[in-house]
């Protein structure tokens, strides 16, 4: 491969995120600065998949480039995204590919499993001395990527399940004697669960993380403890505790079959029937306790890609590790991850690179730090983490503290 | 029950919405310009429980009325809400709590089942010779209520749901071959569903209304057909459809337990399981097509809640039916739901008047000119309907017609 300019392309990779189209419009934007190096960008169509099968875009025609600011700001996967792993023949049909559109940088959106498939691609690359600069911008809601303060995706989506955790109390406030529980994405991570609790400290919430071994028994007592301290119960769960039910020893094989398909967690309600039912058995059975609702709702797909919620910051550190990824393939720089390092709570972050092999694969798992000693919410070390990366919610209050009038009628039977 | 000064009493009833507390600060802000006129008002918690129990709590009170601003933009019923019909003996007792209190207006802010509810009451006082007023202020986000264009409430939900499909289908659209149904509220009518609509003329949405009744056969047509056009299926159905599956003649009586409880169908997912599983049957063994995504979510009850999202004509249309039940109610009026009245597309609505029994129990229905031909989605006709209710909402688009470049390898089998 000899030519005078370098053509780009970029994957979007794994489950879209609300500002996975921000690092793309960063690497087009960075790669018009740099057009006496690099001739154009292309654009993989629904991941490896557009590689493997030649279905490429021209992202820096000019017709494109007028969709930019709308597109930056638009949820999504904007390519089309993939979950696919190279095997060989793929890696070797996808260096066919690069060679014949003279393709020599490589941009991978994406996480953990895709800093994997850059890593095997940036190998093969080495091997077989194709001159390919291959650079990974991290993106997932899931936050759970090693070597990077936070990764972009993650304040968008907290940012959503913080409202809808606010918007859930209040509307469980609203009755009497109400027990909802809320089934929010992470299967095994419990980042995003976590950040419900920026909905604010006024919120009894119970919060439970994978990262905590989840027992049915001490859950149902924390949702009793609350219903009797607070007269209700708010409560999120990661969707990935119920690997605990169906791994765990408090449920049988019997039991495995309430849960489905686990890849599937966050596009049905089981989860949060099996909960419901285990509340309302307890409350009915042991408690004897019938008068109270007892709901559950699975916040789903809605979380990633919500229009109108997406955290300022969250956006541009997403386009600026975009930006830099080019900058950095110009200056010679491949086969990294970029990475968001913190430089204290009210500076913003730096950008960093790291080594795929240290993401590749990898989870980054709450700290214990982050969870309370009950397992059952998050510590202020957690909210202090969250808090740069959050815009601040517009303030909402129900009544404080009502105080009642002074009665004047005998008690009333109904 | 004699005196200078009249007091009021405020009930909230029924599902909360985002605005229903503007209603309550528009009822106080205009008592408080009446206050030569009225003492103060006292607020019911828990609804209609509240006044039985006697819990009230005085919402004129300074404490409180520092709080007002902030109330006003809070979802939920900051007083409490119930669902429960005055039998003989709650009316009696009523009208006690009301006399011991010197309570003369009596403000109901509801749907139709609290229309009743103020029916009765309304009717009892009258044959009592109590001096009451009583208002009914509208309010919920089904928009099914007789004699008002609209009902406060609705704006939000619908531009919650709007923004829900939009978040929706730009998730789906990451996907090469994804089919997405979701399960909107909306127990007898359409109205929020419909909304979906609202997302945006550019989504291929499929919706589905009560008001039509519901065929499987018929729905996995549907799917198949918006697949084979758009190559993804983004779907929308109002939790009332299950009603024509479990007594419809498509659906025996082995199929009713797929649906549990029905007064609980935003609280589960099984109605959005079901009808995957039927077009997952329908692609894999009918079309013999395995490879695709097909996933349900229930949007659950934070599409009435969600703070954030709320509708600015409706949480100001919602404050002035608050104030106007004041005036009505101190210019002697009585017996009456507040309405809004359209002026016509650009004109705010003007404040009116209906008897309770027009409302009382009645359930407004989509007009069928609402819905297109097919029985599948809405008309521009629903669209000039909903546009005063609602703000614009922030442009996001995907890459418009992608092209692809040419070909240069043969093509490539995985």
Known sequence: VTQDKIRGLVVQSGGPTAV?????????????????????????????????????????????????????????????????????????????????????????????DSAEAALLIGAEATANCYPLRILHIPKTIDNDLMMTHHCPGYGSAANVVAHFALADDLDNQSFQHSIKINVC??????????????????IPQLIYMPEIPFQLSKF????????????RATVVVAEGIADHLINGTGLGDQDMDEFGNPSRLSGTGKLGDYLVCAVEKHFHQTLNIRKLRIRSDTWGYIQRTLPNMVSTIDANEAFRLGEAAVTHAVSGISHKMLTLQSQGADVPCDVGLCPLEDVAQKTRLMPRDF??????????????YLKPLMDPITPVQMLKEPRLIQKKLPPYQR
């Open 20 to 112: 996975i189209n921000q690092s793309l419009v960063g690497i087009l934007t960075s790669a018009q600065k740099h057009n006496a190096h690099l001739e154009t960008v292309y654009g993989a169509r629904f991941g490896l998949h557009g590689v493997l099968h030649e279905n490429l875009i021209d992202l820096s025609h000019r017709e494109t480039q007028d969709q930019w600011p709308t597109l930056a700001q638009t949820p999504g996967a904007a390519l089309g995204s993939a979950r696919i792993k190279p095997k060989a023949q793929d890696t070797k049909r996808l260096f066919q590919v690069m060679e014949a559109h003279k393709i020599q940088y490589l941009f991978y959106i994406g996480g953990n």
């Open 220 to 231: 149902v007592q924390d949702v009793q403890w609350s219903y009797e301290t607070y007269g």
């Open 185 to 202: 994405m992470g299967r095994h991570a419990g980042w995003l669960a976590a950040a419900s609790a920026w909905a604010g400290p006024h």
């Open 371 to 384: 969870i309370n000693a009950l397992g059952n919410g998050v510590t202020p070390a957690f909210l202090d």
